[in-house]
């Protein structure tokens, strides 16, 4: 049957989108609701110099840990890489930059790149150096604040239980996670699905994600195509 919107892909496609030097957003929770077969295409398409923007960096042979732990990123935005230890030992040899942001300013600041919004006020972190440090201070009412920039990402990448043809999106259960504000601030969004269903399919109050944010869409790898069609 004929896409008449066009986003349904192959893993191949897609990867036509993904460079040397890229910013790259991911949804996911150590390696939980990360997108396997995409992150296995870029793994063997070897991009590299990547700017990782996510919650953790994963486990080394898990989720997108498999790129930290390869030395395909240069730059890694994060709440925390305690659970990949090449991630610690490549900062410490000055090979991987990181950037540690609280978890939850790191969700409000991709929600803002997500939504437009170009910054937000927070005074978590003001007293930590790691937090604060370079950040320009705001004050408002006579309290002090950092401000925090919007992020987004050349590429996000999400992973779903179910879409449509247009790119509504359902998640399972806790795989959701980030996913649903990844899936916003990236200026190409591409989800991997484990089922792709007709338009009308979802019913309008499961969909998490709407089809306006997402550009592409692509099978997990080892589904067949037919039998989730049908």
Known sequence: MENPFGKMTSIETVLDLFYEGMSLMFGG????????????????????????????TGFPEIGIGKLVSRGLVKKVIASHIGSNPFAGQFMHEGKLEVEFVPQGILAERIRAGGVGIPAILSDIGLDSEM????????ILDGKKYLV???????????????????????????????????????KTTIAEVDEIVPIGSLAPDEIITPGVFVDYIILSKGVNWKWAWE
């Open 29 to 56: 929770f150590g390696g939980v609701g990360s997108p396997p077969t995409i992150i296995d295409g870029i793994l063997e398409k070897e991009v590299g110099n990547i700017t990782l923007i996510g919650n953790d």
């Open 131 to 138: 937090v604060s440090k370079d950040k320009p201070v705001y």
């Open 148 to 186: 925090e920039t919007a992020l987004t990402a050349d590429v996000s990448i999400v992973y779903a239980k179910k879409a449509d043809e247009y790119g509504n999106l359902i998640y399972d259960k806790s795989a959701r996670n980030t996913n649903p504000l990844v899936a916003m601030a990236g």
